[in-house]
């Protein structure tokens, strides 16, 4: 099995990819730029620290964080994502990952809200960072096969 195959394996839980599936898996990430979604989703921290240590001036409503298909991702996720890659484990681990991304960034806005600063910050380093991890080591992995995508074609 090439590299790409074994690579697409691991990402997308199929034992022998075909070039369908290669190919499939390479046009579902053109409407994606992958590294302005992983540096978006890498930002998100720093924001809710700011916000935590009282030094930021942006206004974060918890119920509207929680949606996570109202994001540049998640909008991908949600529409060309979904489309072409929805019945592949490795999508809907990004697309579990990424949920939970969300609902670990609302809750510590909704600590932080009541006042509970302690329990923000908790979260925010612990179920957050988790969350936030996945989501970026399953972006990397994509880049990785559409990269090696493009080099074994041309």
């Not at 075909?18 to 720093?46: R, Y």
């Not at 206004?59 to 060309?80: M, P, Q, Y």
């Not at 681990?93 to 600590?111: D, E, I, P, R, Y």
């Amino acid at each position: 099995m090439s590299s790409l195959s074994s690579l697409l394996s691991r990402i997308f839980g199929l034992s022998k990819p075909s070039q369908d599936d290669i190919d499939f898996a390479h046009s579902a990430l053109n409407d994606l730029d992958i590294h302005v979604a992983l540096t978006a989703h890498e930002n998100w921290k720093n924001r809710l620290q700011a916000y935590l240590d009282g030094t930021s001036k942006e206004v974060f409503d918890a119920n509207a964080i929680c949606f996570d298909n109202r994001c540049e991702l998640g909008k991908w996720i949600h529409s060309t994502g979904k489309a072409r890659l929805g019945l592949h484990p490795g999508f809907t681990a990004l697309m579990s990952h990424h949920k939970m991304f969300h609902f670990a960034a609302s809750n510590v806005v909704a600590l932080q809200n009541r006042g509970k600063t302690a329990q923000a910050n908790a979260m925010l380093q612990g179920q957050f960072s988790q969350f936030s991890k996945s989501v970026e080591r399953d972006l990397n992995a994509l880049y990785s096969a559409a990269v090696k995508k493009k080099k074994v074609a041309a």
